[in-house]
């Protein structure tokens, strides 16, 4: 059922598309292209790339400005206080086409180098799957001329988040100018040098930049395919928000055996307030907290037609059941949620203490939606918590305080983290995108199109500064370990985002 209701949605996004279609990238000679990047790509793996070394991020920006400027590309580093951004271009622009941005980024997570199962996860590996399940290192030279095996995968630091995509556009480009096909849009690129530490600049560079960044639609390559790996479309991110609850008792720490039963433990009193905050089948009970997402049957349809394994999710997760909130998985992720990261009171295992702990802490993020911003989620907490008989102070109580108020807190958040953003998924972006996949991939099986992912990309920042419509094409395997250790690129999935972002190039908009 679930594709009969994806067939016919896409069938009516498709009869009201543009009819030409995109030059289509046979899959062997998406290999070839492939294959003629994977060189750059290990010497990109290769550079370290956390966003707080500038030095580093340099290095990324002067290798890919190279890189770019060998396909035929016009390119501009945009000053971002020693860490640049860079801005490529494809010249000849055609007036008669419309323009694309494909934002990218190119720098990554730090590394905890003992937590990975190489020498080095600056020095990436190719690895291929034992019988026992097992990844075995092999000669990474097999992946640069001859056969290839689709679920081999590359093993380094931004294997997949994310300068596989950046790689895999340049491929598309190289196999562009090889065929002689036709341009179907005029084609920029942005590469990000902060997206793994919030993008905090993006909107200053973009808004000095707004010229020469003017297009007519956004692609965000960024995020990870549905886990089927079949071509996927995202029409929205939730935002980040993040919160610190601080419950203050006695002055100092007091002798549990003198103290036990007479002075109130704050950490007792923080799990009784995290815990009025949701139920037992974990929905958010802060009043008001989803009453601004309004679902429809059309929302629904779309939501149903995600070919999610949800035994399969619960399995891989090692939970017996899911939270409630939603009728799915798909339906989870279009609301705000409240997510307490961390809790801290006095200490445990061998540094643990008979005490009655002075304060205890706990560290929220809230995932924002369109209709549900940072602001409104966080003054609905702040108004719970005092509705629990807290009062609020800032910083440490006064002595005033402690002989006024039984029940003291500082309630402290921070709104400024990426935002939430949405497009329609029947806009004539999504319309554009999805074609162009079907031109290139058919419909057995369909394109996936996912309403709203769950995480964060700077997307409501790039669109609030350049005002135009966006899609987002993941293009990297779901279980990439992104952020974690034995972070990895899965080779089909290389493969076959160079036959998406060919088609995409070609296809009119």
């Known amino acids: 059922m679930n594709k009969l ?8 996004a498709l009869a009201v598309c543009n009819s030409a279609n995109a030059a289509e990238l046979s899959a ?30 340099r290095k990324n920006v002067e290798f890919l400005e190279v890189a770019f400027r060998k396909r035929g590309f ?55 799957r034992t019988a026992a399940g097992k990844w075995e290192e092999m000669d990474s030279a097999k992946l640069f001329n001859g056969s290839v095996d689709r679920e081999w995968r590359v093993f380094g630091r931004s294997a997949a988040d994310a300068k596989a995509p950046i790689m895999m556009f340049l491929a598309a480009i190289d196999a562009l100018k090889s065929s002689g096909a036709a341009q179907g849009i005029n084609v920029k690129v942005i590469l990000d040098s902060e997206e793994e530490k919030g993008s905090p600049s993006i909107k200053k560079v973009m808004s000095a930049n707004k010229d020469l960044l003017r297009s007519d639609v956004i692609v965000i390559n960024d995020g990870p395919m549905h886990a089927t790996n079949q071509p996927t479309l995202i029409f929205g991110n939730r935002g980040a928000a993040q919160a610190r609850i601080t419950v203050y008792g006695p002055k100092t720490p007091l002798h549990s055996g003198h103290y036990g039963n007479y002075s109130p433990n704050p950490a007792q009193r923080l799990a009784t307030l995290l815990a009025s905050m949701k139920d037992d089948d974990g929905r958010v009970t802060v009043p008001g907290y989803y009453d601004r997402v309004k679902l429809n049957a059309a929302d629904r349809k779309i939501m149903a037609a995600v070919p999610d394994d949800e035994a399969a999710i619960q399995k891989r997760l090692g939970i017996a059941k899911p939270d409630k909130v939603g009728n799915n998985y798909q339906e989870a992720m279009q609301y705000p949620s409240l997510n307490v990261r961390g809790m801290a009171s006095a200490a445990v295992g061998d540094k643990v203490a008979t005490i009655v702990p002075d304060m205890a802490v706990a560290e929220l993020d809230l995932r924002t939606t369109p209709e549900s911003d940072a602001k409104y989620l966080t003054k609905l907490v702040e108004t719970h918590i005092q509705k629990q008989g807290y009062h609020l102070v800032t910083g440490t109580p006064t002595d005033d305080d402690r002989a006024r108020f039984d029940k003291l807190a500082s309630f402290s958040y921070q709104t400024e983290g990426g935002n939430a953003a ?39 920042q790039i669109v609030e500064t350049l005002q135009v419509p966006f899609v987002i094409v993941p293009l990297v395997n779901a279980d990439n370990n992104q952020h974690a250790a034995n972070e990895n690129m899965r080779v089909g999935n290389y493969i076959d985002g160079v036959r998406t972002l060919y088609s995409l190039v070609t296809s009119p908009l």
Do not use: C
């Open 5 to 12: 209701r994806a067939f016919f949605l896409m069938g009516a």
């Open 28 to 57: 062997a000679s998406a290999v070839k292209y492939a294959q003629g990047t994977y060189p750059e790509y290990f010497d990109l793996l290769a550079l370290p790339n956390d966003a707080i070394v500038p030095a580093d991020v």
């Open 74 to 128: 016009v390119t501009k580093q945009l000053q971002n206080d020693g860490k640049p951004m860079l801005f490529a271009e494809l010249p000849d622009a055609d007036p008669k086409r419309k323009t694309v941005l494909f934002y990218m980024h190119l720098d990554g997570q730090p590394v905890v180098a003992e937590q990975w199962d190489q020498k080095d996860p600056w020095t990436p590996v190719l690895n291929k």
């Open 422 to 460: 949405a497009t329609p998924v029947d806009s004539p972006v999504g319309k554009w995108a999805l074609k162009s996949m079907v031109d290139t991939f058919g419909t057995t099986p369909p394109p996936v199109r996912i309403r709203m992912m769950g995480g964060t990309v700077p997307t409501a």
